[in-house]
């Protein structure tokens, strides 16, 4: 080998270490503020990380909705048809949240397998489900079209309250 080969092998081989360590040190930067999903199914399996930020989705469980009425605590269970996780939440909830509903909630899960929302996302089409929980009940052998068809056929809701009033109609 070439003295000239010789050195243009140790350049690429340190712009390749160089590369190495930087993809490295971003990857651990970007750890904690990585939320991966969760379904209710892996929560119960034990897939999901204690104490740490996730995202879980599921329907939320017809009569689990449980309000403090002197506080802003709410708790809530999310299903997705098989395994059920409680949801505790500290706040103002979406207008458009109700029971039957797909959501997704980000938060820390506890030891005791309740899961403590920072946040609760809520979209207002009736026959909405997030991707995430549509693929992860997919996966469970369930369609999100089961789903749609199971609340549709209820007629829980009349047209009124298709929209929970989230437009600002007049505001300026």
Excluded: C, W
Excluded at 8 to 35: E, K, P
Excluded at 70 to 77: A, H, K, Q, W
Excluded at 89 to 115: A, H, K
């Amino acid at each position: 080998m070439t003295p000239k080969r010789k050195q243009r092998l140790f350049v690429i081989l340190g712009l390749v270490s160089l590369a190495a360590i930087a993809v490295g040190l971003t990857l651990y930067a970007l750890r904690a503020n990585i939320n991966l999903f969760f379904s209710p199914i892996q929560i119960a399996a034990g897939e999901a990380p204690i104490e740490r930020q996730i995202r879980a989705g599921g329907m939320v469980k017809e009569g689990s909705v449980s309000r403090n009425p002197d506080s802003l605590d709410v708790e809530f269970v999310i299903t997705d048809f098989v395994e059920e996780v409680e949801v505790h939440y500290s706040g103002i909830l979406p207008d458009l949240f109700r029971e039957g509903q797909g959501v997704v909630v980000v938060g820390q899960l506890s030891e005791n397998g309740r899961l403590h929302a920072d946040q609760v996302l809520a979209k207002h089409d009736e026959n909405y489900m997030p991707s995430e929980v549509a693929e992860a009940l997919e996966a469970a052998g369930y369609s999100s079209s089961d789903y749609a068809e199971k609340y549709n056929s209820a007629d829980k809701y009349d047209s009124a309250d298709e929209y929970s009033g989230t437009k600002n109609e007049g505001a300026d």
